[in-house]
T-cell receptor
Framework: AQTVTQSQPEMSVQEAETVTLSCTYD???????LFWYKQPPSRQMILVIR??????QNATENRFSVNFQKAAKSFSLKISDSQLGDAAMYFC?????????????FGTGTRLKVLA | DTGVSQNPRHKITKRGQNVTFRCDPI?????LYWYRQTLGQGPEFLTY????????KSRLLSDRFSAERPKGSFSTLEIQRTEQGDSAMYLC?????????????FGPGTRLLVL
């Protein structure tokens, strides 16, 4: 069974500094999708970044980038130049390409605090 | 605002009562998901619709839970004979069927408290 593990319940970062959130997953599949979602306090969850497992190049979206290590089944999120608006819960998620299941599997989340 | 909307935003009910939640996805989105999120946990997948067809249901969705998406537009999630363990945030998300990993757009959720 596929699982997603986020081992850091909470992280803190100084404004303008860089922080890395960890995510590991377990799967026997070779093709899958990975995502990072952000859930600000009392606001809707939004997609931050996504990665297709067959792509070796790490995804980047402005200040957000990932370090995708397929062999290690690791998918960490790096936030550069942290801003107060980055404070939120961050969830790592996994999904297979449509091949009989549409299920997303989410981790338990990491709460990111940004210190002014 | 053309995002995903959910109603009601909050629901308090007594154990044993039935409740129904509604989700209005982004209009052109043909995929719709329901999730349950409890405190300190990530969203747990409940069910998935492609247009009006319910293509997948989680084992979490007991016989007391039913979801519909008539005409492939809005969706409803009904919980019958609610139990205290049903207290959670119920999230809806929609997306557009596409090649590759689609972007899910989440609604604000309906927070259910069963007394």
């Amino acid at each position: 069974a596929q699982t997603v593990t986020q081992s850091q319940p909470e992280m803190s970062v100084q404004e303008a500094e860089t922080v890395t959130l960890s995510c590991t997953y377990d799967t026997s599949e070779s093709d899958y999708y990975l995502f990072w979602y952000k859930q600000p306090p009392s606001r809707q969850m939004i997609l931050v970044i996504r990665q297709e497992a067959y792509k070796q190049q790490n995804a980047t979206e402005n200040r957000f980038s990932v370090n995708f290590q397929k062999a290690a089944k690791s998918f960490s999120l790096k936030i550069s130049d942290s801003q107060l608006g980055d404070a939120a819960m961050y969830f790592c998620a996994y999904r297979l390409p449509t091949s009989g299941t549409y299920k997303y599997i989410f981790g338990t989340g990491t709460r990111l605090k940004v210190l002014a | 605002d053309t995002g995903v909307s959910q109603n009601p935003r909050h629901k308090i009910t007594k154990r044993g009562q039935n409740v129904t939640f509604r989700c209005d996805p982004i209009s052109e989105h043909n995929r719709l998901y329901w999730y349950r999120q409890t405190l300190g946990q990530g969203p747990e997948f409940l069910t998935y619709f492609q247009n009006e067809a319910q293509l997948e249901k989680s084992r979490l969705l007991s016989d007391r839970f039913s979801a519909e998406r008539p005409k492939g537009s809005f969706s409803t999630l009904e919980i019958q004979r609610t139990e205290q363990g049903d207290s959670a945030m119920y999230l809806c998300a929609s997306s557009l069927l596409s090649r590759g990993p689609e972007t899910q757009y989440f609604g604000p959720g309906t927070r259910l408290l069963v007394l």
